[in-house]
């Protein structure tokens, strides 16, 4: 077990701190170890158990070096009915296949979930059956966690949905002109989103090895990738979405081209802005100053600029840490609405 340190966002010295367990699946993986940085440091959830992503190995519980002196803890074998007697709330920083067989198991047992896999983010049963086929059905008290934009559905949620990274970056940055009707009707979208390293995961590859990554830029998965029906779902058109690979470890930059309806203007785009995330702590508008990915990593901050011509086509750029806005981060920014917090606890 494991106890967190006080951050800025905690109680007044010396007032007493009713703490939430909660418990890390997949501890080992670049968004768990990232989880385990912040919830360490969060003043109102203990640690109760941080695991592997599947069965024990020979050598025994692991420790996490780069979390020496903030996470005192040991990442124990993945044991499914400890987590539902040990825990409040257990994130998922999985597989998809074991996400979609565990949650359902853990929401049954009243432990309340925070899925960071794809397993529940799709709505359609189509859809789900083409890219997440281990997931047979969606559960009661499903909510899809884009944290700005879904907190009603977030305050009660039983299991949340954490976005994808490329979404997430994504549908922040288009969904306030889709609502305003700033999109010109039938206007093609084309999302042309950049990612580092990080965001294909720590399981090693070809493709991402440093050899082949560094000093090039590669688009992939065209057509294809499972974020595209993500995104199309959360903005509720068609998009052409297009990622690309960049080699640098961390963060992502959404640049959308769309056509606006007439007499649009960057005015306009910043007032369907300000009246959607005016007050909201991890979102900065920058107007017409592009925001550059360097401006958010390590950070659970969505930087958003915008451009708009005088014929009507608005470029819109967006940028996040993966592995924070587009995932941990945004977890436990999750995880604060739902247990009521202030949404930024533990996130400064």
């Not at 044991?79 to 409040?88: F, G, I, N, R, V």
């Not at 995961?201 to 294809?224: D, I, L, M, Q, W």
């Not at 990738?225 to 052409?240: D, K, L, M, P, S």
Request: net charge neutral.
């Amino acid at each position: 077990m494991h106890t967190a340190v006080p951050s800025r966002a905690g109680s007044p010295a010396g007032a007493a701190v009713k703490t939430t367990r909660v418990a890390v699946a997949g501890a080992t993986g670049y968004t768990g170890q990232e989880l385990l940085r912040i919830l360490s440091r969060h003043p109102a959830v203990t640690i109760t158990a941080a695991t592997s992503s599947g069965a024990p190995s020979s050598s025994g519980p692991r420790t996490l070096p780069a979390l020496a002196h903030i996470f005192a803890g040991a990442i124990t074998p993945l044991d499914p009915a400890s987590l539902a007697q040990d825990a409040d709330v257990v994130f998922l920083a999985l597989p998809d296949k074991a996400a979609a067989e565990l949650a359902p198991m853990l929401v049954d047992a009243g432990v309340r979930v925070i899925d960071l896999s794809g397993a529940f983010r799709l709505r359609d049963q189509a859809l789900r059956a083409r890219w997440y086929p281990e997931t047979r059905a969606l559960p009661e008290g499903l909510a899809y966690g884009l944290t700005e934009l879904e907190r009603p559905s977030v305050e009660g949620a039983r299991l949340v949905a954490n976005p994808g990274c490329y979404p997430t970056a994504t549908l922040l940055a288009l969904r306030p002109l889709v609502s305003a009707g700033l999109i010109a009707p039938g206007a093609d979208i084309v999302v042309d989103a950049k990612s580092g390293v990080s965001g294909a995961g720590k399981t090693p590859s070809e493709r991402t090895h440093f050899s082949e990554v560094h000093g090039s830029v590669a688009a992939y998965s065209v057509f294809g990738h499972r974020h595209g029906a993500e995104i199309e779902q959360g903005a509720g058109c068609q998009v052409n979405f297009v990622p690309h690979l960049m080699p640098f470890d961390r963060g992502i930059l959404s640049t959308i081209y769309v056509r606006v309806t007439p007499g649009t203007t960057e005015a306009s785009l910043s007032a369907a802005y300000e009246g959607t995330y005016g007050g909201e702590p991890f979102v900065r508008l920058t107007g017409s100053a592009l925001p550059e990915i360097k401006h958010v990593v390590h950070t659970n901050f969505c930087d958003i600029g915008w451009r708009v011509d005088a014929s009507g086509r608005a470029v819109l750029v967006s940028v996040i840490d993966n592995l924070l806005k587009g995932a941990s981060g945004q977890a436990v920014q999750n995880m604060n609405v739902m247990l009521g917090l202030d949404q930024a606890t533990g996130l400064w």
